[in-house]
């Protein structure tokens, strides 16, 4: 994969982004180092709630809230909401509420299956044209 030179949203810094992240990796090293502190001060302080937590450790909003989403939080340790990736409704855990979660689980399961049954008809397809038509 190439390179792409990418103004850090942290720190401003041009560097190159080898598309882990959006983030240099000085960035990323100091989110990594705070996710540990925040993971850390929820396990000490439970039931605090984000800004709580930004105002102790002088952390990012949307960093808990991220730590949030990717379930690195224990959920029932923490006071907080934020809203669903989809809808838009608060909800305590997960990236989407429990009715977009489960349309979209839904929705990948139907895709899944419209990709097995179209690789089934190719397959029947073959079957019944002869070679030349199916180079074709
Ligand atoms: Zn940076
Ligand atoms: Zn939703």
């Known amino acids: 994969m190439a390179l792409k030179a990418t103004n850090c949203p942290g720190c401003g810094k041009l560097f190159l982004n080898p ?41 990012k909003k949307s960093l808990v809230i991220a730590m949030l989403q990717s379930g690195r939080l224990e959920e029932s340790n923490i006071n ?38 179209n690789a089934a008809e190719q397959k029947e397809k073959k079957g019944v044209y002869s070679k030349d038509q199916w180079l074709k």
Request: proline share 4%.
């Open 19 to 59: 598309g882990t992240g959006k983030y240099c990796p000085d960035c990323m090293k100091k989110q990594e180092e705070q996710m540990d502190e925040i993971a850390s001060f929820v396990r000490d302080n439970p039931r605090s709630s984000v800004s709580e937590i930004c105002a102790a450790l002088g952390v």
């Open 80 to 117: 907080i909401k934020y809203p669903c990736a989809s809808c838009g409704k608060m909800i305590r855990h997960g990236r989407y509420c429990k009715a977009c979660g489960k349309k979209i689980t839904g929705e990948i399961a139907a895709s899944l299956q419209r990709v097995r049954k």
